[in-house]
Every structure is written in C-alpha cells, then in structure tokens.
C-alpha cells in the first residue's frame, strides 16, 4: 500500500501501538504490556464479532528503524499454531510503501482450518489498509501527525 506522507509520519503512526484503536477500526482495546528496548509486548482486543464473541491475545512487536522493517509474533497464539507478521516500509518519490506480511497456520481444532483463517484476513485487510492510508495521510495534510495509521497485508500460509 503506498501512503501519501513522510516516512517519519507513515512511522510513527504505525508503530505506536497504544493508538491502534484509533488507526484499525476493528481494535476496541490496545494495552502495553512491557516495553525492552525497541520491543513491546501488548494486548489486543477486538470489538465483539458477529456471535457476540470478543477476541483478544498478546504480542510483541520489535521494531528496526535503520532497517524500516517491524517483526511482530502471537505470545498467545490461541486457536494459531503459530503467526508471525513482517511490516516493511520502502520510501519513494509519491510516499511510503508499506508492506504487511503473515505467516501462521491454525491448529487443528481450531473453529476455521488455516485456508478459511487466510481468505477472512485477505477478505479484511484492504478496508483496514484503506482506513490507515487515509488517517495517515489526512495527518500529512494537517501536518500535526495527530490522527493515527498502517499496511499491505499479504497472508500467506
């Protein structure tokens, strides 16, 4: 996804995790767990799914600015065997192109095998993408950085 701002901005908005439920519409909660040097360990909490039903788990992020690149893994992987995600960010002349990539693989008795898991997360990312760009962008255009933002998202399992 290329994002019409400054890196620095496309940055800071996308790697401050306590705005989240600011920048994804589908976060009712970000929590800061720990923070050790460029690694923060949070808790996410989504907004009640169509069953009534509330998601929530932790993670850690370790960010690396030199190398505009972001790791990210479950701590709780919950119905995931596992699930890591890459964010990469490439400047160009119109901005930043921000890259979000994950990997994982649902257990077995998970509810969803890991082909449903792959297309629901495809089926979601680009309104949560387009949400992001534009918060991003409309914080260029104010140039106050004060709304939050985040990435393309390329499941892969």
Same mark, same amino acid.
């Given at each position: 996804?290329?994002?019409?701002?400054?890196?620095?901005?496309?940055?800071?908005?996308?790697?401050?995790?306590?705005?989240?439920? %600011?920048?994804?519409?589908?976060?009712?909660?970000?929590?800061?767990?720990? &923070?050790?040097?460029? $690694? =923060? @360990?949070? /808790?996410?909490?989504?907004?009640?799914?169509?069953? %009534?039903?509330?998601?929530?788990?932790?993670?850690?992020?370790?960010?690396? &600015?030199?190398?505009? $690149? =972001? @790791?990210? /893994?479950?701590?709780?992987?919950?119905?995931?065997?596992?699930?890591?995600?890459?964010?990469?960010?490439?400047?160009?002349?119109?901005?930043?192109?921000?890259?979000?990539?994950?990997?994982?693989?649902?257990?077995?008795?998970?509810?969803?095998?890991?082909?449903?898991?792959?297309?629901?997360?495809?089926?979601?990312?680009?309104?949560?993408?387009?949400?992001?760009?534009?918060?991003?962008?409309?914080?260029?255009?104010?140039?106050?950085?004060?709304?939050?933002?985040?990435?393309?998202?390329?499941?892969?399992?």
């Amino acid at each position: 996804m290329l994002i019409e701002a400054p890196l620095d901005l496309v940055w800071d908005m996308t790697n401050d995790v306590a705005a989240w439920p %600011g920048l994804f519409d589908e976060y009712a909660r970000a929590e800061i767990l720990e &923070r050790s040097g460029n $690694t =923060v @360990r949070f /808790r996410l909490t989504m907004h009640p799914d169509e069953n %009534g039903a509330v998601w929530s788990w932790v993670s850690e992020r370790t960010t690396d &600015r030199e190398a505009l $690149t =972001v @790791r990210a /893994r479950r701590v709780e992987t919950g119905p995931f065997e596992f699930m890591t995600l890459v964010w990469t960010y490439h400047p160009t002349d119109g901005g930043v192109l921000m890259r979000w990539e994950q990997e994982f693989a649902m257990k077995p008795t998970a509810p969803v095998t890991t082909a449903q898991m792959t297309e629901r997360i495809n089926r979601n990312s680009p309104s949560q993408m387009a949400l992001i760009k534009s918060k991003v962008e409309a914080a260029a255009r104010a140039g106050d950085g004060s709304e939050p933002a985040t990435p393309v998202v390329g499941a892969r399992s």
